[in-house]
């Protein structure tokens, strides 16, 4: 199912271009690394807050409104320069051993992202100050750095698998 879209893809005027251009790739990797790291610096500092790091310093609800628009701007930037360096050669990337580790984290990472916000999150006003939270939320921030950590190693892993 999967591999006559990325063929699409690959085949595509983008990924002639990026396959062609000069320096598109190298550039694309850089924005895609700052994207990278607009996503994970902020989640990972939510998610040390989450495991009760700064309780006395900073709310919850404080926490999740300064730093999660960022993760959101570098989820973005992340995905759509993924997509745009994935379609250089799709076909390729695919067939690597670290292909569908990553796959899989970035859904599971996806997936606890939503569990975590409609879940116990909704009920945040109840624990906000709390210098213990809910054991889902300290779950969720350890998926949530497991799961983020395991997508960066696979990233790397896809050049030389």
């Keep these: 199912m999967l591999d006559p879209l990325l063929m699409r893809l690959q085949a595509s005027a983008l990924g002639d271009l990026v396959r062609n251009a000069e320096y598109i790739y190298p550039i694309l990797e850089s924005v895609h690394i700052l994207g990278i790291a607009l996503l994970v610096g902020p989640a990972f ?25 960022v993760s959101h701007v570098g989820l973005i930037v992340a995905a759509i320069t993924g997509i745009t360096l994935l379609s250089a050669q799709a076909t390729v990337v695919a067939d690597t051993g670290a292909a569908p580790w990553k796959l899989a984290l970035l ?8 569990v975590f916000h ?19 939320a300290r779950v969720a921030a ?13 990233g790397r892993f896809l050049a030389y698998t």
């Design 118 to 136: 409609y879940g116990v999150y909704r009920h945040v006003d109840r624990w906000t100050d709390a210098a213990v939270t809910p054991i889902a």
């Design 107 to 114: 859904i599971l990472a996806g997936l606890n992202a939503l």
């Design 45 to 69: 500092t939510f998610d040390f807050r989450l495991l009760g790091v700064g309780h006395r310093v900073l709310s919850i609800t404080t926490a999740a409104r300064y730093l999660l628009p």
């Design 142 to 154: 350890g998926v949530s750095m497991t799961a983020w950590t395991g997508v960066i190693l696979a």
